[in-house]
């Protein structure tokens, strides 16, 4: 943390391939300011639009966004209607650029638990954006970390159930690709704003060798040059997958997961 390096530019490829970030702190950043709460969540949607275009721009291929979780159901119901509509007004309004800069949106959670109208306007959208080549934007929308683990054991138990998996194939990648999205690699780097130290019930499968950055900045105040204070820390560490290391940390982007 605390890189002062944020004017040079990231070399292309030191540049993290999955960028997760907990995007956190925007009650804190509206209460600082006297402002009610959902102010803070409304210029946090800008901050997202200045991440993802950041993003886009400097080569990342996947940017993962912690949006809603599974114990966020526990605020007062007007927070979370306003967070729901607040979803949906970015999407109409982010479309074109979406499209303009190729994004393929998707999205990971328990989905079919969202409010219709939620859902309805996130599917259209991934299926309007699934014609795009570019970088994809997943966002983590009522989920849960131990959810999609234990959905993922699920579903494996209901195959094994029909007999088409026996306990010997149950590998690391069988489960990995029942996760909710089978295509996505590891996180590369995890991006936590807002200050607290912990992980909040997010990827915990994918996250166990990404490198963490932990800033006490709040969401709303997150923005292009924060962004690149933390791409050139990661661009500096050393990644060493439980080995003795010595390799750049281009040696791993071959590969689609950590140690796989
Ligand atoms: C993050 O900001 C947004 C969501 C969790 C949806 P918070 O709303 O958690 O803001 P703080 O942590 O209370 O400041
Ligand atoms: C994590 O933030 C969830 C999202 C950013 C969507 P929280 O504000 O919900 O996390 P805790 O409650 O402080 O751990
Ligand atoms: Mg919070």
Redesign the pocket.
């Given at each position: 943390m605390g890189s002062d390096s944020d004017s040079k530019a990231t070399p292309q490829e030191r540049v993290p391939r999955h960028v997760a970030v907990?995007?956190?702190?925007n009650?804190r950043w509206a209460r600082r300011k006297g402002l009610p709460r959902h102010r803070g969540h409304a210029e946090g949607a800008e901050s997202v639009r200045a991440v993802v275009r950041e993003c886009a721009r400097l080569g990342v291929q996947e940017l993962t966004l912690?949006?809603?979780?599974t114990?966020?159901w526990r605020r007062p119901k007007t927070e979370v209607h306003f967070l729901m509509e607040l979803l949906r007004t970015f999407l109409a309004a982010e479309m074109p650029e979406i499209m303009e800069n190729r994004i393929r949106l998707r999205a990971i959670g328990r989905l079919a638990e969202l409010p219709a109208r939620v859902r309805r306007d996130l599917e259209r959208a991934i299926a309007t954006s699934s014609v795009n080549g570019g970088m994809i934007l997943r966002l983590?929308l009522n989920?849960g970390g131990r959810q999609e683990i234990l959905d993922a054991a699920k579903r494996i138990a209901e195959a094994a159930v029909r007999g088409e998996i026996a306990p010997q194939d149950v590998t690391e990648e069988a489960l990995r690709g029942c996760l909710y999205d089978g295509q996505m690699r590891d996180p590369d780097l995890l991006i936590r704003t807002?200050g607290?130290m912990?992980i909040?019930?997010?990827l915990l499968w994918e996250v166990s060798y990404a490198e963490l950055w932990f800033t006490p900045i709040c969401?709303p105040d997150f923005r292009e040059a924060e962004l690149r204070t933390a791409f050139n820390d990661y661009a500096g560490r050393e990644r060493r997958f439980g080995g003795l290391g010595g390799e750049p940390l281009s040696a791993h982007g071959g590969r689609r997961n950590a140690g796989a």
């Open positions: 907990i995007m956190d702190g009650g912690y949006a809603f979780s114990e966020n983590a989920y807002g607290e912990r909040s019930n997010f969401w």
